[in-house]
């Protein structure tokens, strides 16, 4: 399985971003994928998930401001909205099957003014 993010790059505070996420190869067993993201000198932490039936799951500071969707089975979209300097991290899609687990190389989100 690759997973491939798109999306990202530099805003001013206040703004959005959108990001996209693909899953090819033997998706099939996959049941959840979801975005974290990693700022310099912190660990990678969760953004939000969704699994195969569209049941979203968010790191609570962030509801409301962000939103994960099921746009394909092997396709999912986060609209981050209102963003804030410390939302500037490197962004990573997750994607897991049963037994095993795949992520993409990232893609930087700047937030600055």
């Known amino acids: 399985v690759q997973v491939v993010e798109s999306g990202g790059g530099a805003v001013r505070p206040g703004g959005s971003l959108s990001l996209s996420c693909t899953a090819s190869?033997?998706?099939?067993?996959?049941?959840?994928m979801g975005w974290y993201r990693q700022a310099p000198g912190k660990q990678r932490e969760l953004v939000a998930e969704i699994t195969k039936d569209g049941r979203a799951n968010y790191e609570l500071s962030l509801k409301g401001r962000f939103t994960i969707s099921r746009d394909t089975e092997n396709t999912v979209a986060l609209q981050m909205n209102s963003l804030r300097p410390e939302d500037t991290a490197v962004y990573f899609c997750?994607?897991?099957?049963?037994?095993?687990?795949?992520w993409g190389q990232g893609t930087q989100v700047t937030v600055s003014s």
């Open positions: 997750r994607a897991i099957a049963t037994a095993s687990e795949y």
């Open positions: 190869g033997s998706t099939s067993a996959l049941f959840l």
